[in-house]
């Protein structure tokens, strides 16, 4: 079979039918059914998209594993520098001290209190309301995914209880509310990658 | 939990990572990051060059994360990145190249653009010509397709990367792949 003039007789044009392919937008759907010509160039573009795909599979594998040491190698390099949000002021027991905790330290305190719930995972934590000012009331919204086989509901009541009094213990935070909204459910292992 | 977390969504981690969990986007780098070294390599031609710009986007993601508006969306937009930082690190090397002449145009370890990274996986003969194919095509033409089909990025995604207009992306997409199919059927 041979490829492609530009232009087919028929007046259409591999452009078109390449932009077909991407989009499904074409002037005239009713003729690529029955003109030979542009079906024959809509097949060729299709073996080039498998060969893409292939090639995009063995490049995949020849560029290895998340877990090979190459990537260990470029994460021991990065250097994240952390991230504290905003500062939570402390009291103090004498006036002369200033105490504070940081924004980021509460909400890992959130996320370690939901992981160690078995089943749960916390996602995106949020502190809404003036943390900066002590006795404001802040609401603590968390995102969470549920791994498949642990109750939902039991869940996330334990959860609130736990979190209550984690935040009560370790800080000064006036919580008016827990928040919490289950985002995944999680069926099962992820295929390895 | 680092069990835990590889079995979590994307927007989980993406979300967690925003907040500063630094196990949380590990995991994301460790998902990704083969497809990112994938991508890199084919546009750069170098594992070397592959290996920086993965870093440098992951530095990058890192910073802006906070700005991702939606989470889930958090593989597609690294991917982007790669995209970005790859022809940025290309147009370097040519202005370089013309600065200190042309053999100092390609790094020593360099793949020809044609040929994939080495693997023992033994390449069918559709993957062989298509990389044969692939080395015959204009510079700014390869990036186009290599964005498209390896990356997944739209015509308008590509066209911010590559500083030209939709309309330019479509056309030299279109004649990418008219001179790929030309030459692979040559190849038969």
Known sequence: MSM?????????????????LDTGEFPDPPHLESCPECRSGLDS?????AAGEELFASDLAAAG????????????????????????????DDPADTLSQTEGSVLALVRSVTDNLPGAVAGKVRLDG???????????????????????MPSAASLREDLAEALARHTELNVAAIDITITDVIEAPREEM | MRDQLDVVPDAILAGRAADGDTAAFETLARRYGPHLRASARRLTGSYADADDVVQEVLVQAWQQLDTLR?????KAWLLRLTGSRSIDLLRRRRNHATLTGPEDDQPADT???GAGPETAVVAGAGIRS???????LPEEQRRCWILKEINGQSYEEIARTLNISPASVRG?????????????????
Do not use: Q
């Not at chain 1, 492609?4 to 932009?19: A, K, M, N, R, Y």
């Not at chain 1, 573009?45 to 998209?49: A, C, E, N, V």
């Not at chain 1, 390099?77 to 949000?85: D, I, K, Q, T, Y």
């Not at chain 1, 003036?130 to 498949?148: I, M, Q, W, Y």
């Open chain 2, 172 to 188: 030299r997409l279109a004649r990418a792949r008219i001179t790929l199919v030309r030459e692979m059927e040559d190849w038969r």
């Open chain 1, 130 to 152: 003036d943390v900066t000012v002590p006795g404001e009331p802040v609401s603590v919204r968390l995102d969470l995914a549920v791994l498949f086989g642990h109750p939902l």
């Open chain 1, 65 to 92: 594993s998340g877990n090979d040491d190459w990537m260990k190698e470029i994460l021991a390099h990065l250097a994240l520098e952390l991230r504290p949000g905003r500062s939570i002021p402390l009291r103090a």
């Open chain 2, 130 to 136: 298509l990389k044969a194919a692939l080395s015959t």
């Open chain 2, 70 to 74: 939606e989470p889930a969306a958090v």
């Open chain 2, 111 to 113: 793949v020809s653009p």
């Open chain 1, 45 to 49: 573009l299709r073996r080039l998209s």
């Open chain 1, 4 to 20: 492609p003039h530009e232009t087919f007789e028929c007046g259409h044009t591999l452009e078109e039918l390449s932009l077909y």
